[in-house]
């Protein structure tokens, strides 16, 4: 009787699926619609995305995990018994193994509702696996050789930054500054120079559009529609990405002083072998334009977007599941 086995990038704002021999199953929004006077699950994923800012008050889109943790035990367990059961067959009478990301700096006490929460959302035995090391993995990164390398994994909830040397973790920082906090900041940028009010997705849209780190000569524009905060009424307005540089600039610093702190705290050796190599960046929002640029102007090192940066973490579980067994020895974790 045989046993599948999954990979679960566990993201703050997307989820995505890894089978092997299937690749990439699912890519769906980390978010969960719920009923409010009898707290029932009415859609999970992409429909309960397609819900935010449209949905009567009785009806709740809720994000079940909050800078990577989980935030709420029942909503989290809903949405992997859904993701889990999407991803296995329905005559596959043994729950699957499966590998599940979490942030670098998570706790025991989380640790264990992760694990707690996909035992009883039907995971014969659940393993869990830290980011940085699985977007390395992801990435391409010869993660077991002696020489250091530097990954900034840039998610929705969190941005990690990690140097990886012989299989492990050598220092790391995890900071609570990543997508989600850029949607913020350019709905609230919007808000304050155009007196205009705009929803969660149409700032999510702006970013994905015309999302850059740095102000240039040739600027992308973007048309958004919204509320004037004066009138009332619908208005649209034409944004550009110098525009959205300038609204994300201290966030981004904020993450490149994170990225300082670990040089600080990394054996001289490996700092080399990083100057040398330079800083991979993986995870969603490592797709911003002009990011490596960014981060070369201002730590003085040169910086790569990984391929498909999105599905890193989700390509690093699933070259774990292939090599279960080994890794069961050394990386994964059950406790």
Known sequence: ?????????????????FVPGKG???????IVALSKP????LAVGNEAKDMIGRTPAEIVPYRPLKDGVIADYYVTKAMLTYFI?????WFNPVGPEVVISVPAGITQTERRAVINAAREAGAREAYIVREPVLA???AGIPINARSGNMVINMGGGTSEVAVIALGGIVSWTSLRVAGNKFDQAISDYVKKKYSLAIGEQTAENVKIQIGSALVTKDKMEYQIRGRDMVSGLPKDVIINSNEIAEALN???TEIAGSVQSVFNSTPPELVADVMEKGIILSGGSAQLYY???????LLGVPA???EDPLFCVARGTGLILTHLDVYKRTLLNKR
């Open 1 to 17: 009787m045989f046993s599948r086995k999954i990979g679960i990038d566990l993201g703050t704002a997307n989820t995505v699926v």
């Open 24 to 30: 990439f199953i699912i890519n769906e929004p980390t």
């Open 38 to 41: 009898d707290n029932t699950v």
């Open 85 to 89: 059961s999407k991803a296995t067959s």
């Open 136 to 138: 390395a993995l992801g």
């Open 250 to 252: 201290p966030l981004l």
């Open 291 to 297: 990011l490596p640029e960014y981060f070369e102007r």
């Open 304 to 306: 790569y977007v990984a």
